[in-house]
C-alpha cells in the first residue's frame, strides 16, 4: 500500500486509512482520488488493517460473483479490524444494493454512492453514521482534484468517460453507472501531462466503451481518434494503451492511426461476446459474425503486430449446442492472442434475465471449461511462433513466486489481465519500470520466456 512521506510527522492517533479497491480500473481511479483526497488532508496509508483507524471498501456489483465478493471482503473487514475502528463502503454495490448492505453489515460506519467520491473526507469524519448518495452514479474527475496513484510508477489508467449508451442484453452497468459522460478534451490533455509528469511511461485509456467518448455531446467534442490525435502531440517516449473499443468502432481511420504512431500499442481490447448471429441479436450487440470476421481479418492485413484480447459469454440464453459449436470454431480458426471467457449470470434488470431456455449451470460450467482448455492450446502455438524474436519488455519487478525471476510486458500485454514475459537471465536489469530488449526463448502456457540483451535507449521527455 502506499504511504505518504510528507505524512510522517502528521497525527499519531486517528489518522491511519486502509484501503480495498475491487472490481475495473475505473473503480481503481475512483480510489485513486479518494485516496489523494484523505492523504492531501493529513490522513496516512496503512497496509495493516488492525493498525487502520478508517477503512474504506470500494465496491463492485457488475456480476453476481463481483457481489459476493464485495460481501466477503466487507463481513472480512468487519471481523478483524480493530474495535473503535470506522468502515467506509463506496462504489457500486452501495448504489444499488444499499438496502442490502444495510440489513447484512450494521457495523458499517458510512455509505458513499459510486458518484459521491469527492464525499469521502466527510464520510471519515462524520462522528456519526450516515450516507451520502447523491442522483450521478458515476464520477469523473474535473479540475485539480487530488489523484494518489496505486499502480506502480509506470503506469498509470486514465479514465475519460463514464457510464454507457449502449444497451447490451446482459449488462446491469448502465443502471450502475448511468448514461455516458465524457471528460472534455482540455481535461484530458491535463491529466495525460500530468501522468507524464510524474515519471509514468505507459497511460492506459479506459471508459466502458472507449469508441463511444463524445457521442452523449455531439460534433462539438469530437471523436476518439480527434482526441488520440491531439493525445499524440504531446511529446514523450510514453506507450499509449486502449482498452475497450468495440468491433463495429474499429475503422479504417482508426486502424491507420494506430500504424502511425508506435506509441499506441498494437493492442486491441476488443469485446465480441459471441459470434452465432442469433445469439449476437438476442444480446442486443450491433455487430454480426461477418463484421467480426471482416475486422479480425483487416486488423491482421493492415496492423500484423496486433495483439487482440477479446471476451466471450457461453451458457446466454437459448444458447443450443450447435451455436457453442460455432464458438469453438471460430477460437480455434480464428485465434486471437488473450480472450476471457465468461458463464452467463443472470443480472436482475436486464432483458436477457427474462428470457426463456436459461441454460444450467453446470452446462455453462462445461462450455466454459471446454472453451478455456481450447484457448490456452491457440495461446501457446501463438507464443511458440515468437521464440527467437527480439522484443522491447518493460521489466516490472521480481516473479511473485521467486527471486530468481523477473517479470515484464511487452507491448500486446496489459497490466493484471493478460499473460507477462517471464525473465530468468537478466543480469543487464538495473531498474524496474525501465524497458529492455528482451530474446524470447521459450514459452509457458499464456507466459512468454526470455533474457534480457540490452536496455532500450529512449529520448528524453519534454513537456
Known amino acids: ?8 510527522y502528521s497525527l499519531v492517533n486517528y489518522n491511519k486509512i486502509h484501503f480495498v479497491s475491487l472490481g475495473c480500473p475505473r473503480n481503481l481511479v475512483d480510489s485513486e482520488v479518494m485516496l489523494g483526497i484523505l492523504l492531501k488532508a493529513g490522513y496516512e496509508v496503512t497496509p495493516d488493517v488492525a493498525l487502520a483507524d478508517y477503512l474504506v471498501v470500494n465496491t463492485c456489483a457488475f456480476l453476481e460473483a463481483s457481489r459476493q465478493e464485495s460481501k466477503d471482503v466487507i463481513q472480512d473487514l468487519l471481523n478483524t479490524k480493530k474495535k473503535d475502528a470506522k468502515l467506509i463502503v463506496t462504489g457500486c454495490m452501495v448504489s444499488k444494493h444499499r438496502e442490502e448492505i444495510e440489513r447484512l453489515f450494521p457495523g458499517v460506519h458510512y455509505l458513499l454512492g459510486s458518484g459521491d ?26 479540475g485539480e482534484i487530488p489523484r494518489q496513484l496505486s499502480t ?18 446482459y449488462c446491469i452497468i448502465p443502471k450502475l453507472k448511468g ?34 467518448y463524445g457521442k452523449e455531446k455531439g460534433a462539438q467534442q469530437g471523436t476518439l481518434a480527434e482526441l488520440l490525435k491531439q493525445i499524440l502531440q504531446i511529446p514523450g517516449e510514453y506507450w499509449l494503451r486502449l482498452l475497450y473499443l468495440y468491433p463495429d468502432e474499429i475503422d479504417d481511420e482508426m486502424i491507420a492511426l494506430m500504424k502511425s504512431d508506435p506509441r499506441i500499442c498494437p493492442y486491441l481490447d476488443m469485446p465480441i461476446q459471441h459470434v452465432n448471429d442469433t445469439i449476437l441479436k438476442q444480446m442486443r450487440r450491433h455487430t454480426d459474425k461477418a463484421q467480426i470476421l471482416s475486422v479480425i481479418q483487416k486488423l491482421r492485413e493492415q496492423l500484423p503486430s496486433v495483439h487482440v484480447r477479446t471476451s466471450l459469454i457461453v451458457g446466454f440464453p437459448g444458447e443450443t449446442p450447435e451455436q457453442f459449436e460455432e464458438l469453438k470454431k471460430f477460437v480455434k480458426e480464428h485465434p486471437l492472442d488473450h480472450i476471457g471467457i465468461f458463464t452467463y449470470s443472470k ?11 436459461q441454460v444450467a449451470e453446470d452446462i455453462k460450467q462445461q462450455r466454459r471449461d471446454e472453451l478455456a482448455k481450447i484457448q490456452q492450446e491457440v495461446s501457446l502455438k501463438l507464443n511458440r511462433k515468437r521464440i527467437g524474436q527480439h522484443i522491447e519488455v518493460v521489466v516490472e519487478g521480481y ?8 517479470v515484464g510486458r511487452h507491448q500486446g500485454q496489459a497490466p493484471e ?35 534480457v540483451l540490452k536496455p532500450v535507449k529512449q529520448k528524453l521527455k519534454i513537456i
Open 1 to 8: 500500500m502506499l504511504r505518504s512521506r510528507a505524512m510522517s
Open 117 to 142: 467520491v469527492e464525499g469521502i473526507l466527510k464520510a471519515v469524519r462524520d462522528d456519526t453514521s450516515g450516507s451520502v448518495i447523491g442522483s450521478v452514479k458515476s464520477y469523473l474527475e474535473a
Open 152 to 169: 506502480p510508477n509506470h503506469y498509470a489508467y486514465l479514465k475519460i468517460a463514464e457510464g454507457c449508451r449502449k444497451a447490451c442484453a
Open 179 to 212: 448514461p455516458l459522460r465524457s471528460k472534455t478534451v482540455d481535461q484530458i490533455l491535463k491529466e495525460f501531462k500530468a501522468l507524464l509528469s510524474r515519471g509514468v511511461k505507459e497511460v492506459i485509456l479506459i471508459a466502458q466503451d472507449l469508441g463511444d
Open 347 to 357: 443480472e436482475e434488470g436486464t432483458v436477457a434475465a427474462q428470457l426463456p431456455d
Open 399 to 406: 516473479h511473485p513466486e521467486t527471486d530468481l525471476l523477473l
Open 417 to 451: 489481465i493478460d499473460g507477462t514475459v517471464i525473465l530468468n537471465d537478466w543480469s543487464k536489469v538495473t531498474a524496474f519500470g525501465e524497458r529492455y530488449l528482451v530474446e524470447i526463448t521459450d514459452v509457458s502456457n499464456y507466459d512468454l520466456i526470455g533474457r
